[in-house]
């Protein structure tokens, strides 16, 4: 059985069992783009990482751009 590969925001996500789905319609971004970010291939742009926070607050209050990357 292959396990997808998850970065750390991917693991977040899982762990609260909320769909990559749910953060393409918070965010407006592209589900490749949104897909690459949970897999930890891609590095969000700033304007990016904006909007991705907006969404995860919305979830988690307290989180925190270094919850999620090495930036």
């Known amino acids: ?5 998850r970065g750390k925001l991917g ?3 899982d762990k609260r069992g909320i769909k990559q789905e749910w953060l393409v319609k918070e965010t407006n971004l592209a ?3 949104i897909s690459d970010i949970c897999k930890g291939r891609r590095t969000p ?3 990016t990482l ?3 926070m907006k969404a995860l607050r919305k ?3 307290n989180a925190k751009v270094d ?3 090495d930036i």
């Open 45 to 47: 742009t700033t304007p």
């Open 50 to 52: 904006k909007k991705l």
């Open 1 to 5: 059985m292959s396990r997808k590969q």
């Open 31 to 33: 589900r490749n783009t």
């Open 59 to 61: 979830v988690d209050h």
């Open 67 to 69: 919850d999620f990357f």
């Open 11 to 13: 693991k977040w996500l």
